[in-house]
T-cell receptor, first 114, second 117 residues
Framework: AQSVTQPDIHITVSEGASLELRCNYSYGATPYLFWYVQSPGQGLQLLLKYFSGDTLVQGIKGFEAEFKRSQSSFNLRKPSVHWSDAAEYFC????????????FGTGTRLKVLA | DSGVTQTPKHLITATGQRVTLRCSPR?????VYWYQQSLDQGLQFLIQYYNGEERAKGNILERFSAQQFPDLHSELNLSSLELGDSALYFC????????????????FGNGTRLTVT
């Protein structure tokens, strides 16, 4: 069965430090991969996506993610975190089985220390 | 701004009541997905419509129903409300076609916060 795992429920980093949020998925082929960010009281905003091509993808707000097929991972990174990055981050996989379906991870809540 | 509009932003109602949540997808998007987000359950897929037809069902209760109209807006109807139905309800839209053609990310509205008292 398809699944998405975000092993870290909470992460705390200092402002200016680097960030890596982990995401592992289970799917028979290469799915469509997405990262979303949710600020309090807001909807989910698409940060970046991957389907094929270069395994390192750039997104908005200075985020990037790397797809590693051998590890079934799609980790999100940012070299220097800003206080405004404090939010919840969701990894998602999409796949087509007659219609597009999406599975979301349980999210990682990021806290940024000043 | 994702282009997906949800109304109302907030709803407070009593147990046993019925409410309707509305969603207008991004211009050109044919698919609408409904999600429920609560603290203990995370983001739960409820139901998907494509061009007016139901395409997939997730963890949607029998007390809940939805439809997508010819103008592609969608409504989620919640009836016989219980305290446990209090949650954020999101609508997301996508350009999905009937054949796979590439990645098709979801675009989310800002949600409707439902409080059942």
């Amino acid at each position: 069965a398809q699944s998405v795992t975000q092993p870290d429920i909470h992460i705390t980093v200092s402002e200016g430090a680097s960030l890596e949020l982990r995401c592992n998925y289970s799917y028979g082929a290469t799915p469509y991969l997405f990262w979303y960010v949710q600020s309090p009281g807001q909807g989910l905003q698409l940060l970046l996506k991957y389907f094929s091509g270069d395994t390192l993808v750039q997104g908005i707000k200075g985020f990037e993610a790397e797809f590693k097929r051998s590890q079934s991972s799609f980790n999100l990174r940012k070299p220097s975190v800003h206080w405004s990055d404090a939010a919840e981050y969701f990894c998602a996989v999409g796949f087509f089985t007659g219609t597009y379906k999406y599975i979301f991870g349980t999210g990682t809540r990021l806290k940024v220390l000043a | 701004d994702s282009g997906v509009t949800q109304t109302p932003k907030h709803l407070i109602t009593a147990t046993g009541q019925r409410v309707t949540l509305r969603c207008s997808p991004r211009s050109g998007d044919l698919s609408v997905y409904w999600y429920q987000q609560s603290l203990d359950q995370g983001l739960q897929f409820l139901i998907q419509y494509y061009n007016g037809e139901e395409r997939a069902k997730g963890n949607i209760l029998e007390r809940f129903s939805a439809q997508q109209f010819p103008d592609l807006h969608s409504e989620l109807n919640l009836s016989s409300l219980e305290l446990g139905d209090s949650a954020l309800y999101f609508c997301a839209s996508s350009l999905n076609r009937e054949r796979e053609y590439g990645d098709s990310p979801l675009h989310f509205g800002n949600g409707t916060r439902l409080t059942v008292t």
